[in-house]
């Protein structure tokens, strides 16, 4: 009879933890600046209502709170709930659920007059608590093979030292058990994860624990994680020895529904318990118009679009979709056991095209609030819609500065008219370096614009001429042509010509005719070759060297060709009777160092000492050489002779 009743009360202490189902709040509250409450509902102060919309996947809810419900508006999904604006509380019921009290500041809710805030509330079906919101708790315990518990349940043996449990929020007294060891009993406060040393200590009666049993746990799906008494026992399936009496089984698993149940193990018996686990979860499929876009998920990036099938937790849920160059598409929805939601997102576009010439020329820069984008004609298909700050620039050119829109999808096309800002100047300097404010410009001709103002001209050509400088003031659309050419360095030399005959000469200058003597040539710095020429004479040249502001003379002495030729005969009769002098003094000088270097000889023969014939052997060579060498000089100046005698003889 005992044993009858207890299995009655079992089942139905099953049946009341699988009908209290729980409800709970999805996220935080969200001021709805867009609803607004109609001024002549007022609550009983008089004052206009306040509203919360409860947007939820439940049905039949009805609501109390401490200072009176004025009214409720109910729709499909969605409940409007007139409220003092004094309100602080908001009680909440369904069948099948626990209440559920929602304190609205712990949501962020703040109530005004005429304001209206959303709130989302969804279920937990199957489970009396929320298994959403289990906390781990970990006990470190100083030895092996003991027995935990809290409340009433009955304990469970752990055979290595950590004992993990996972529990809602709240406070718990555990008790831990080993034979032969003094129980320790532990209050603990569950907020946050917590890790928890237990030291036990030998003493103590000696406990007498039932005999175990043994579980064997299978779900479908396969892999739950399995909480006995609260306690982590690993993942399905599962079979292990557990200590006899009555447990709490809790199987879970991400995604799906957790269940929870008792059983009870008899002592040395084998317990096979089978569950399948109710899918809490749609799925999701999402694409967009625009290749590439990315997918978020209640604010956490996913991936790229397109998604097939993924899987969602039954809840509220916001998707957005973003793409560059498009506006953000966003969606809130509920997905619901089972449901399939498909989303294809049509982008609108947050960008239009741009376009940017310039006349009367192209080339000028084109920046955007301060960045150079390019040079017109410029074109940007896409640039993001907004407002800009555009300005226009080219050398020699007024800036342009002004404010544009660009707008979703609109076409942007601007021609800018450029203000000359600049004047043309022509310079002629032939031969001649041209710089422009100290800066080389051209060589020759310069044609070119210049900014307005004051400029510094200056042509230079070689070390021969001063070099030119000029300052023009230019003037916006001025059109100026100036000659310039270096200042010469020059010198000059007065030629003449002698005898009489020939005072008129012919000059040459480095081969170029100048005129007759006599004759002023003004010249360039610098050496010059001149060349007397006339008729019957012999030409006549000599090198001068010119300096600036200087004046020289050269005449120049002409000879016919009798008169050169006797010249030239006087000259070489000079050469013969020189070159014949010279060979007597060499004849004679070799014959001395011939004698003296026989004698030398005869004396080294005759030496009674090495150092003797050492002395007399040197000098003997050294006259021998001497002589040689005289020789050899006194034949060359006697062909000398020869040759000016045969050369005389001839002219």
Sequence with gaps: MKKHLLILLLALTSFSLQAQNEMRVVGKGEFLPSELIDKTVRDANGETCAGLMISTDLVGLTYTSYNNIVKVNKNPGKDLIFLSPEER??????????????????????????????????????????????????????????????????????????ISYKLPKGT????????????????????????????????????????????????????????????????????????????????RKPLYYSDLSSFVLDEGKTVSLQRTLKPKFGMLSAASTVQGSKLFLDDKYIDTLPVNNLQLESSFHKVKIEAPFYH???????????????????????????????????????????????????????????????????????????????????????????????????????ESRISIDGNYAATNEYVSRLAPGQHVIKVERSEKYHPKEETVFLSVGDKKKIVLEP?????????????????????????ELKGSAPLVLPLLIGQYKLTAR????????????????????????????????????????????????????????????????????????????TADALAYKKKTEDHKRFANMFIYTATATASAALISWIIQTAL
């Design 328 to 430: 953000p598409y966003s969606e809130e929805f509920q997905i619901k056991d089972g449901d399939t939601k498909v989303i294809t997102a049509v982008m609108k576009p947050a960008f239009g095209s741009f376009e940017i010439t310039s006349s009367p020329e192209t080339g000028a820069e084109v920046f955007l609030d301060g960045r150079r984008v390019g040079v017109t004609p410029y074109t940007q298909a896409q640039l993001a819609s907004g407002k800009y700050l555009l300005r226009v620039t080219k050398n020699l050119f007024s800036d342009t500065e002004e404010y544009i829109e660009i707008q979703d999808g609109q076409s942007f096309t601007k021609n800018i008219l450029l203000n000359k800002n600049f004047a043309e100047l022509e310079i002629s300097a032939p």
């Design 487 to 511: 200042e010469p360095k020059l010198g000059s030399v007065s030629v003449f010509a002698e005898p009489n005959d020939a005072s008129d000469a012919a000059i040459y200058v480095e081969g």
């Design 534 to 609: 006339k008729s019957n004479y012999l030409d006549v040249s000599e090198t001068v060297t010119v300096e600036e502001n200087t004046k020289k003379s050269v005449t120049f002495s002409m000879l016919t060709y009798e008169g050169s030729r006797l010249q030239l005969a006087n000259t070489w009769g000079t050469v013969k009777w020189i070159s014949a002098g010279a060979t007597l003094l060499c004849g004679g000088t070799a014959a001395y160092f011939h004698f003296s270097s026989q004698s030398n000889y005869d004396k080294y023969k005759a030496a009674t000492t």
């Design 172 to 251: 718990y007294t555990f008790k831990f058990q080993k034979n032969g060891f003094a129980d320790v009993t532990k209050a603990v406060d569950l907020q946050t994860q917590q890790q928890l040393a237990i030291q036990l200590e030998k003493g103590g009666v000696t406990k007498k624990f039932a005999l175990p049993g043994i579980i064997h746990i299978t779900s479908e799906p396969s892999n739950a994680e399995i909480l006995i008494n609260g306690q982590k026992m690993g993942n399905t399936p599962k079979q292990a020895e557990l200590s006899s009496g009555t447990h709490q089984l809790e199987i």
């Design 89 to 162: 509380v908001v009680e909440v019921y369904c069948s099948g659920f626990s209440s559920l009290k929602i304190m609205l500041n712990d949501f962020g809710i703040n109530l005004k007059s005429g304001q209206v805030w959303q709130l989302k509330i969804t279920g937990n079906s199957n489970y009396s608590r929320s298994d959403d919101n289990l906390i781990e708790l970990q006990f470190l315990c100083s030895e092996e093979n003991v027995y935990s518990s809290y409340k009433s349940l009955t304990p469970t043996l752990s055979l290595s030292k950590t």
